[in-house]
T-cell receptor, first 109, second 114 residues
Framework: RKEVEQDPGPFNVPEGATVAFNCTYS??????FFWYRQDCRKEPKLLMS???SGNEDGRFTAQLNRASQYISLLIRDSKLSDSATYLC??????????FGTGTSLTVIP | GAGVSQSPSNKVTEKGKDVELRCDPI?????LYWYRQRLGQGLEFLIY????????KSGLPSDRFSAERTGESVSTLTIQRTQQEDSAVYLC????????????FGDGTRLSIL
């Protein structure tokens, strides 16, 4: 079983739609979680951290479900500029960190 | 700028040549990471440094790959006797310390082996 798994998509959604991605992880000792965004032929950029209590940044909401071992990213009111690949990152301990392979999102006019 | 800086941005070289890629991490970041990303693929972890030490080199694809870091700052990734399958974007990231902190990426070096 992979340490981190993401549905690769692609997710094609119309502008204004709400879309959610999940990322499951296998190690219950995982401690830190992040979502990154990667545009085509660009480097990954940190989108937001994921806290146990959940956190929101504008149209983006990240949540952690420790019982079911997954994190989620919710994007409300999708914009064309949200089109990108979204990567989850799970850190178990100092030297154990895992990137998901990414979920591709295309927002359609 | 204050971000992770990588050079060169692009490198085209002939098969069999050696290449050296450079990464300048964010000042004060003790952890530094190297990844490889082939077109349309996910990130492939290569190696990380805590300070100048690399505790885990198991991600390096072959003995043609080596990396070093000096002064807890600049790191170089060297690929000897390059092969066409080495063509990829090589990304460097750094974090404030190793473990629990988000990594910040440079723009990458796009390596093309002819």
């Amino acid at each position: 079983r992979k340490e981190v798994e993401q549905d690769p998509g692609p997710f094609n959604v119309p502008e204004g739609a709400t879309v959610a991605f999940n990322c499951t992880y296998s190690n219950s000792a995982s401690q830190s979680f992040f979502w990154y965004r990667q545009d085509c032929r660009k480097e990954p950029k940190l989108l937001m951290s994921v806290y146990s209590s959940g956190n929101e940044d504008g149209r983006f909401t990240a949540q952690l479900n420790r019982a079911s071992q997954y994190i989620s990213l919710l994007i409300r009111d999708s914009k064309l500029s949200d089109s990108a690949t979204y990567l989850c990152v799970v850190i178990v301990t100092g030297n154990q960190f895992y990137f998901g392979t990414g979920t591709s999102l295309t927002v359609i006019p | 700028g204050a971000g992770v800086s990588q050079s060169p941005s692009n490198k085209v070289t002939e098969k069999g040549k050696d290449v050296e890629l450079r990464c300048d991490p964010i000042s004060g970041h003790t952890a530094l990471y190297w990844y490889r990303q082939r077109l349309g693929q996910g990130l492939e972890f290569l190696i990380y440094f805590q300070g100048n030490s690399a505790p885990d080199k198991s991600g390096l694809p072959s003995d043609r790959f080596s990396a070093e870091r000096t002064g807890e700052s600049v790191s170089t990734l060297t690929i000897q006797r390059t092969q066409q399958e080495d063509s990829a974007v090589y990304l460097c990231a750094s974090s404030f310390r190793q473990g629990g902190q988000p990594q910040h990426f440079g723009d990458g070096t796009r390596l093309s082996i002819l």
